[in-house]
């Protein structure tokens, strides 16, 4: 079965809301207590599993996979080097956190190789930057020093990548994005190539109670059966605007790789939701947000309803003041472009 099939296939599970149940003759079953597994987080997992090709686990957001894979998995002293366009919150939880129990975490640029690490994090479609890396190569370094390679595929979703066939070891999601899609669900998935990776991450994660609920998990479940057509519709929709934007006066250069990204277009057949902008300063970054009457001024991305917001409110060493980052949702790809040129024009 091709997996648009596979994401719709079967009735809907109940929302199995229960933190207990019985023993069978006295023997624990699969369930007996909801930090160890619960239906609904499993049946999530299986899919999520069939997509990425790899065994999955659910978490309560991307950022607690994030950590939950980096204490399950590294050891402190551990070395990481994370790809410097992605999401700031990866790094920052790094350096902010984990620095204490030891991690030591270097940047660098993902379109060149990775250097010496226990762990490389690369991030195609880099959050907000938009870089992405030749896996293929990336992987085969990587391993070639002795590293595990961890790719974010929050931006493209398994149905555009799976990294785990390029050799990548995890997958990490946050599934707060396109693979719940709707805005109303805070979820977060690693998927392991190895086996016994998995176990270690089940076993801390039991440990822990750093547990997915069964309400998001059930919303992610019924979020997966538009998946692919979620993920085609918003893709077709970006390159278009991408396209148009680079040819408006007030925007000084697009960030996306489906316009002409050599490396990208070798990955991948479209390029996902997300995208980013530049206009002249800070304060015609506010203009544009302040003018926006349809597309939301809100954070986030991967969503139905299209969100567009200034960045450098977040991460002002890092990101250039007048850098927009619009995530493209599912609206008319015509009142979308009415809505972001009259935003342009304010
Ligand atoms: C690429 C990427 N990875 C991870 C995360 C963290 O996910 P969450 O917000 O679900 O914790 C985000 C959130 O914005 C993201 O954009």
């Avoid at 239906?39 to 950022?63: D, I, K, N, Q, T």
């Avoid at 203009?287 to 917001?309: C, D, F, K």
Wanted: glycine share 8%.
């Amino acid at each position: 079965m091709h997996p648009e099939t596979k994401l719709v296939h079967g009735t809907v599970a109940p929302v199995d809301r229960a933190t207990i149940h019985p023993y069978e003759d006295g023997t624990p079953g699969r369930f007996h207590y909801q930090r160890y597994a619960h239906p609904v987080g499993a049946e999530a997992e299986r899919l999520l599993s069939e997509l990425e090709g790899g065994e999955s686990l659910l978490f309560p957001s991307g950022m607690a996979a994030t950590t939950s894979l980096l204490l399950a998995l590294l050891r402190p002293g551990a070395s990481v080097a994370v790809a410097d366009g992605g999401y700031f919150g990866t790094v920052g939880m790094m350096r902010q956190e984990l620095v204490r129990w030891g991690l030591e975490v270097t940047t660098f640029d993902q379109t060149a190789p990775p250097p010496p690490a226990d762990l490389v994090w690369l991030e195609p479609c880099a959050n907000p930057f938009l870089t992405f890396p030749d896996l293929d190569a990336a992987v085969e370094r990587a391993h070639a020093a002795g590293s595990l390679v961890v790719v974010d595929n929050t931006v493209l979703s398994p149905l555009l990548l799976r990294p785990l066939d390029h050799g990548a070891d995890l997958v990490l999601h946050s599934a707060t994005k396109i693979l719940a899609g709707h805005h109303d669900a805070l979820l977060g998935v690693v998927t392991c190539a190895d086996p016994a990776a998995a176990a270690r991450l089940g076993e801390f994660r039991k440990a822990s109670g750093i547990v997915a609920a069964p309400d998001p998990a059930w919303l992610l479940l019924r979020g997966l059966k538009t998946l692919s057509l979620r993920v085609e519709r918003q893709s077709a929709t970006a390159l278009e605007l991408a396209r148009r934007l680079a040819e408006h006066p007030a925007v000084r250069c697009v960030r996306y790789p489906g316009l002409g990204d050599p490396v990208a277009a070798r990955y991948v057949r479209a390029f996902g939701p997300l995208l980013s902008f530049d206009v002249a300063d800070a304060e015609r970054a506010l203009r544009v947000e302040l003018a926006l009457r349809l597309i939301e001024n809100a954070t986030s991305l991967g969503g139905v309803a299209s969100t567009l917001e200034g960045r450098a409110r977040w991460e002002p060493e890092r990101v250039p003041p007048g850098l927009l980052r619009l995530s493209v949702g599912l609206e008319d790809v015509d009142d979308l472009w009415a809505d972001l040129s009259q935003a342009l024009e304010a």
